[in-house]
């Protein structure tokens, strides 16, 4: 049973959870029900939340809550929004809402994961688009400064893959 005002906990049980995390008000809504929840409670709305990440961070108010939990600092919370994002990395980060989310995720991936989603973007067939895309541009530049790679390497790769 969640620890959220009732008519929240009448709409998880008859709305997706989805549904109310995009909706304009309900995302807010959801944060604060993440706010006062604890326990079992709290981790099943993260859960539910970090499981759909990759919906969630293409909507205009989804990626708050997806950026709202990765703020919590709950390292599974984060490899598992990590997980549901790989492999879209390149492609996405040219959208506004998307960036948010992968520069987030940069800053708090462990090593292992920041060096995945480096990868990814590194190896992409799209990698001078990404340069020149607003949003892209700044996912580059967050993981070039997360990154443990000299420039020069990566210049030397980016050589490579264009």
Known sequence: MLVCHPAVHFCCCFISLREIATHQ???CVLQHCIDISSGVQQQWLVAEIASNALVLSQDPFGNYVVQYIL???M???AIEVIARLEGTFSCLSMQKFNSNVFEKCLKLAGEESKSCIIQELV???CLGQLLQDPYANDV???ALTVSKVDLSTFVNLFQVAT
């Open 71 to 73: 703020d919590m600092a």
């Open 25 to 27: 008000h309900g995302g």
């Open 140 to 142: 580059v530049q967050s």
């Open 123 to 125: 190896a992409s067939y």
């Open 75 to 77: 390292p599974w919370a």
